[in-house]
């Protein structure tokens, strides 16, 4: 994983595997020294608690494909690594909340990378799913979700070049405003 | 021209400009589409799946190809990520490994225009032993 973008959509995927109808994306940039604060949060069927203290042990997964699931414990390792912290929370029947802190300014923190590419990529390719954004530092925040988008251009389903094209540009656009990047 | 930066500011311009804007209507078959499925586990997204992803979705677009693109996790072929598998209408699910754009691109110009098989394709057989007479 080359990019903090690519991190959020692998574990927003975990999301969907959980079977959650609703998935929200928030990076707030707040503080001195500036901290990056991630958080992706789901609707799905959560963990228990043994589970949960298994989920960042690169050798547990729930799969049954092959032995290792390498997302959370990526994660983990790069926050830690760009002097941040790790936390997931998780209720059975409820949800799960993953954070990942990013000290901004820190050397080894990787790029925000494609973060408008992720979302529309998820929000596209996922549409029974709802889903949000949220971006925000102390120079405003930026909200945006799919029924949002639905309702507004009046469509049903979010799809074709042009408009997310436009999408993509309109994030942009507010993450560069934010001071995101 | 002032820059998008909200929903507003998005739909001024299609009002404007008019849409050009193609909207799949909701209830075509999918049988009748070419289906590619893109494996975007954390061994896909870390081979480059969005690339291919984005660039699936927008090519068969541009070059008038009826298709849906849609993600799934991990085939089980981390070696060989990124992993893609397309149904053509009427025909048994082909995999393929190793599929950066150069490759996409092969796959949509030979396997989906014109049924031609290309390296990189997954051994992959769907039927059991039971389901056979």
């Known amino acids: ?181 | 021209m002032s820059k998008i930066k909200s929903l507003a500011d998005l739909k001024k311009i299609r009002d404007e400009k008019g849409s050009g804007l193609q909207i799949r209507e909701k209830g075509e078959e999918a049988e009748n589409l070419v289906q590619v499925k893109v494996a975007m586990a954390t061994c896909g997204i870390a081979s480059g799946a969005k690339e291919t992803m984005e660039f699936m979705s927008d090519a068969l677009e541009k070059r008038g190809v009826d298709a849906i693109v849609t993600q799934v996790g991990c085939m089980g072929y981390c070696y060989a990520e990124p992993t893609i598998e397309i149904t053509l209408p009427g025909s048994d699910p082909l995999v393929f490994g190793g599929v950066n754009r150069d490759k996409a691109d092969e796959i949509i110009e030979k396997y989906i225009k014109s049924g031609e098989l290309v390296d990189g394709i997954i051994p992959v057989n769907y039927e059991t032993i039971d389901s056979k007479e």
């Not at chain 1, 889903?131 to 009046?154: A, C, D, H, Y």
Request: aromatic share 4%.
């Open chain 1, 1 to 181: 994983m080359k990019e903090i973008a690519l991190h959020i959509m692998d574990i927003a995927e975990n999301g969907i595997a959980a079977g959650a109808d609703a998935i929200c994306i928030s990076l707030l940039k707040e503080g001195e020294p500036e901290v990056l604060k991630i958080t992706i949060d789901d609707n799905g069927k959560g963990m228990a608690k043994d589970e949960l203290r298994q989920v960042s042990d690169p050798f547990y997964t729930s799969r049954t494909t092959r032995r290792v699931g390498l997302g959370l414990p990526l994660l983990r390792q790069h926050a830690e690594m760009a002097g941040g912290e790790f936390d997931i929370r998780s209720k059975q029947g409820e949800g799960t909340r993953v954070e990942a802190c990013f000290q901004n300014d820190h050397p080894d923190k990787q790029p925000l990378g494609d973060l408008e590419g992720c979302w529309i990529l998820l929000a596209t390719a996922n549409p029974g799913l709802e889903w949000e954004l949220q971006l925000k530092s102390p120079l405003g925040n930026f909200e945006i979700t799919t029924s949002e988008i639905r309702s507004v251009m009046e469509l049903e389903l979010i799809s074709g070049s042009a408009l997310t094209g436009q999408l993509k540009r309109m994030i942009r656009n507010n993450i560069d405003e934010l001071g995101l990047v």
